[in-house]
């Protein structure tokens, strides 16, 4: 049922769930993996949420408090366009605060949009649902923690916390590829 | 808060923090629940409390700079006026909050006898603050002494309706009272709350009374809301003359309504949510009852309308959205609190007007490690930088250092504004990749009520050139004898490769949580000559230090004469790449290098030094003199084994052998070695050193005893005049 307007959704719906879906999965690519050549990252975040952007307004058609991350994805795009620049330019040290706000505002974003995702799911009848709220949790949780002001580059990463953090991490980006990639394919089946 | 400066950068700062946090809640606005909008505010409570950071740290804006600059403008200009100076602050005291409470304190370094402008603006700030506890009071007695006269006991069925309500929604219950007049409900009291309704409700049936009122108040009873409210006057108190944080409090009060709104509209369902706005709308018309210790349903109509607009947004925020919150807040503490900008030195300015934003930036930087300080010391003197020097100089010694300044304004120069030093190395510090200059026998001084250490700071110099001014000053400072022999090595090796040493003879003490520099004396500068391999090695330039000079032990007898060094060494962790480009105001010490050298000179005949084929050199620590009265102290050959170059911390020895009238009557036996100071303390072996009393030496020639010498300290303090920049 199209949570929206209360309807059962019509195979067209489904369809148009699996290309919003697509895009959403191509964003999350760009935005948790890096490829590096020299300064350049070649999986620029800033792409990831300029395809969010143009995913949410669809979204919110049957999820309607998507409707709200907009704006924020916006902001995260053009941030991430200007962090991307100035590492191409030889990096830049932003202040402390400014990347704190944006770090409030990537949490909260990515918090809304798996919520999001996960009453899709459960409205149209897919299983990811559960996963999904609990992927946001441990989301939320390593955001906060890669978003305080700590030099995790400094920091030798093969002690013990560092590399626990790190472990985590990983498992949390390969987790959200799979989780949407696994409602995309439920979706195609209805 | 001891003074108006202090209080001008604390509501600075909470303003600036409460800005932060009004542009947060509005980009969240429709995102994050009302919870959420009000708890956020507890941040900025926590700010008002807490002293904002001074030690250069800060939120976004370099407020500590600039309030120390204006306030040292501003308290020049008054000490030379007829205002006379301040008592509770001077103009190159730093401003240092250690409260976020007003206290007046008298400052260490004012000179002034009575109050001056500034200190009645603050004594007028401290007289609101009271008068606004006290307002607060009066009015609180006011509302309860008209409750007393006025108010009556509710019927018993408004009773019976307010306990069901409380049963209905699991709240507590408190007495009820009926007043005339009264435009809407409200909780009056902390410890003894009573709600009060408006006298209507009395002759009004059961039904009249809107079950929704009794639980927008029995809500505001259950989680403290008089209290909290208490609790924000009491902080709007004390920036009573900030209309944008009287604005802010406002809001925050606001805030408190709409989440009581919140958790009404979550207890109740479909048409009673409706029927709620509906209301809240009737009472926009009413009068707003805001009073001290109280709760109201009512808080004026334009808040009403922005409450009715959060009501038609009001939805059930997702599960989970609380860790966001705590999330999200969490990571706001950090740059709030703790300021999210390290030190910023002005090294060179571009432009004069900002000279009082330099000095005042270098007041504030601190020198938090006595390798710092004296780091910074030195690189005043390379760099000939009056705001290096003013940082690690004591707070008596910034005027004079600001006075002293020469201000070289050079337009289109790199280095633009250059703040010279009257007296400095101009352009000889040896550009070394390491050990740019060494730090001699740090030891405790004898300086009462203070942490102090002395130490001789020596900086090898090379000069640049036959025609640059520091050539000039260096001859200057020898004596004839020795500017000869430096004009005989420049002919020789060209002015270029004149080397030399400058020593400077500091105290390293602590003041007001930071480490600074006095000299105890006028340098020294020295022609070393052509070191050789000795070249910028400790060893070779502690020769140069004073023979009076902290750890010279002396003996002298007929025929020989013993110079016993003791000394140490300490380097600072400095990257070499940036020797000349940063200041480090936290360094460590690096290398702590730790010499014992004992010198033999032989004065005896020519004919008896050309007849010595053999010579052994001993030494041992005392630990008084008195020890080596008794003749069989001196019998230690058991306690050393062979001839060793170095042997053991209290004995050395060295032995020498070779043709007759080869040796040239003397000899040198060294004991030390070198380690890295890392993370250990110096200062904490200091306490545990004490100068050795006095050193036994023992001389053979050709195998017979020859000399027994008690080698007693032969240093003189420094006189403990200082010497500021000059």
């Known amino acids: 049922m199209n949570p929206a307007t209360e309807q059962s959704l019509h195979p067209k719906d489904y369809t148009a769930l699996v290309s919003i879906l697509r895009k959403i999965s191509w964003a999350y690519i760009l935005i948790v993996f890096s490829i590096h050549l020299a300064w350049l990252d070649i999986l620029p975040d800033w792409l990831g949420y300029g395809l969010l952007i143009s995913a949410i307004p669809d979204l919110a058609k049957y999820v309607p408090s998507a409707s709200l991350l907009h704006t924020f994805a916006c902001l995260l795009t053009v941030w991430n366009f200007i962090v991307w620049g100035m590492d191409l330019m030889g990096g830049y040290d932003f202040p402390q605060l400014i990347t704190v706000i944006f770090g409030c505002i990537s949490i909260y974003f990515h918090f809304q949009l798996l919520t999001n995702l996960a009453d899709l799911s459960d409205s149209t009848g897919c299983s990811q649902g559960r996963r999904l709220r609990s992927l946001r949790t441990f989301n939320t949780l390593l955001q906060t923690m890669l978003a305080f002001p700590v030099p995790w580059e400094t920091i030798n990463k093969f002690t013990l916390v560092p590399a626990f953090i790190l472990l985590c991490a990983s498992g949390i980006m390969i987790e959200t590829v799979l989780i949407l990639n696994q409602l995309k394919k439920e979706l195609q089946i209805h | ?726």
């Open chain 2, 1 to 726: 808060m001891s003074n108006i400066w202090e209080f001008l950068l604390q509501t600075a700062t909470v303003s600036l923090t409460a800005g932060l946090l009004l542009l947060l809640k509005k980009l969240f606005e429709d995102k994050l629940p009302p919870r959420w909008q009000y708890t956020i505010w507890f941040l900025l409570a926590l700010r008002v409390l807490l002293p904002a950071a001074t030690q250069n740290r800060y939120i976004l804006l370099p407020l500590p700079v600039w309030i120390e600059a204006l306030k040292s403008i501003a308290e020049q200009n008054l000490s030379a006026s007829a205002f006379g100076p301040s008592l509770f602050s001077a103009p190159f005291d730093p401003v240092h909050l250690t409260s976020g409470l007003p206290w007046p304190a008298v400052s260490a370094q004012s000179t002034a006898d009575t109050c001056s402008v500034t200190d009645v603006l603050f004594l007028i700030y401290i007289a609101g603050v009271l008068s606004c506890l006290l307002r607060y009071a009066i009015s609180y007695w006011k509302l309860r002494s008209l409750l007393r006269r006025n108010a009556c006991e509710s019927s018993p069925e408004v009773e019976d309706l307010v306990c069901k309500t409380a049963e209905k929604y699991n709240l507590p219950d408190c007495p009820v009272v009926t007043m005339e007049d009264l435009p809407s409900a409200f909780i009056c009291g902390v410890f003894k709350p009573v709600l009060v309704l408006p006298a209507r409700t009395q002759t009004d049936s059961q039904e009249g009374i809107d079950e929704k009122i009794l639980l927008h108040e029995l809500l505001h009873l259950k989680y403290h809301d008089a209290l909290q409210s208490v609790f924000w006057s009491l902080l709007r108190a004390l920036h009573w003359c900030n209309p944008f944080l009287q604005y802010v409090f406002n809001r925050i009060g606001n805030d408190m309504e709409a989440l009581c709104d919140q958790r009404v509209l979550e207890r109740l369902e479909g048409e009673e949510r409706r029927e709620y706005g509906r209301i809240l709308l009737e009472m926009t018309n009413d009068r707003y009852p805001r009073a001290f210790g109280t709760s109201s349903l009512s808080n004026g109509a334009s808040n009403i309308a922005l409450r009715i607009g959060c009501i038609a947004r009001f939805k059930k925020y997702p599960k989970g959205m609380e860790l966001v919150s705590i999330c999200m807040a969490l990571l706001l503490m950090v740059p709030l609190f703790f300021g999210a900008t390290t030190r910023e030195f002005n090294r060179f300015q571009d432009s004069p007007r900002n000279y009082h934003l330099a000095f005042a930036s270098a007041r504030l930087n601190r020198c938090t490690t006595m390798a710092g300080a004296v780091d910074t010391f030195y690189r005043s003197l390379a760099d000939e930088n009056s705001l290096l020097l003013a940082t690690c100089s004591p707070l008596h010694l910034q005027y004079t250092i600001r006075e002293q300044m020469d201000p070289d304004f050079y337009e289109g120069a790199s280095n633009g504004f250059n703040y010279s030093l009257p007296v400095s190395l101009d352009g000889w510090p040896y550009d070394a990749e390491k050990d740019a200059y060494y730090i001699y026998n740090l030891r405790s001084a004898a300086v009462e009520e203070s942490t102090a250490y002395d130490a001789e700071l020596l900086i090898p110099l090379k000069s640049i050139g036959k025609y640059s001014d520091g050539l000039e000053e260096f001859l200057a400072a020898q004596t004839p004898k020795q500017r000869q022999a430096v004009l005989d090595f420049a002919d020789k090796h060209g002015y270029a490769n004149i080397a030399g040493c400058a020593v400077y003879y500091l105290t390293i003490s602590e003041e007001k949580n930071r480490w600074v520099i006095t000299q105890r004396a006028p340098r020294d500068l020295y022609f070393t000559g052509d070191l050789g391999e000795g070249f910028l090695s400790c060893e070779a330039y502690a020769a140069f230090l004073p023979e009076t000079g902290y750890g010279v032990y002396k003996a002298e007898s007929e025929t020989g004469k013993v110079l016993v060094r003791q000394m140490t060494a300490l380097t600072v962790d400095i990257d070499p790449a940036k020797v000349f480009s940063e200041v480090n105001l936290d360094a460590d010490f690096y290398w702590n290098y730790d010499r014992e050298t004992v010198t033999y000179t032989f004065k005896g005949p020519d004919d008896t030094r050309t007849s010595v084929t053999e010579v052994l050199l001993e030494k041992r620590n005392l630990t008084s003199p008195e020890d080596a009265i008794q003749e069989s102290w001196w019998n230690w050959d058991a306690e050393i084994s062979g001839n060793a170059a170095a042997s053991g911390t209290n004995h050395s020895s060295r032995s020498w052998e070779g043709e007759p009238g080869t040796w040239d009557g003397t000899m040198t036996a060294l004991r030390g070695g070198g380690m890295t100071v890392s993370h250990m303390d110096p200062t904490a072996q200091l306490d545990a050193a004490e100068p050795v009393p006095a050193y036994a030496v023992r001389i053979k020639l050709n195998g017979r005893l020859t000399e027994k010498l008690v080698a007693l300290p032969a240093w003189t303090d420094i006189p403990q005049k200082e010497v500021n920049a000059e």
